[in-house]
Nanobody, 125 residues
Framework: QVQLVQSGGGLVQAGGSSKLSCAVS????????MGWFRQAPGKEREFVAA????????YYADSVKGRFTISRDKAENMVYLQMNSLNSEDTAVYYC??????????????????WGQGTQVTVSS
């Protein structure tokens, strides 16, 4: 079992930055890949970024590459999503997720076993 509790988000101006946090707990999370997804109003949930808890290179959606950074703090059992140069298309509910997969496979996964509660990010122009 893996538990994910999110924090952060809110209202931010276009061009600004925001950081999302995901507290991770459970007996098996260290063998999982951690990721972030988002869902905008009227759209399907889409992949944003992923990173293996054990190490290796992160993987990003093309739409956020160069602007967003996913990271994890092993000592604090936290996963972060630093978002820079935000624009209105980044407005969505963001979800932390975990699964026994690779970062690349998480990018095309339709189902993952563990999800955070979601947090709203609204970018105002």
């Amino acid at each position: 079992q893996v538990q994910l509790v999110q924090s952060g988000g809110g209202l931010v101006q276009a061009g600004g930055s925001s950081k999302l946090s995901c507290a991770v707990s459970g007996r098996t999370f260290r063998s999982h890949t951690m990721g972030w997804f988002r869902q905008a109003p009227g759209k399907e949930r889409e992949f944003v970024a992923a990173i293996s808890w054990g190490g290796g290179s992160p993987y990003y959606a093309d739409s956020v590459k160069g602007r967003f950074t996913i990271s994890r703090d092993k000592a604090e059992n936290m996963v972060y999503l630093q978002m820079n140069s935000l624009n209105s298309e980044d407005t969505a509910v963001y979800y932390c997720a975990a699964g026994l997969t690779t970062p690349q496979a998480m990018g095309v996964s339709k189902t993952l076993p563990y999800w955070g509660q979601g947090t709203q990010v609204t970018v105002s122009s």
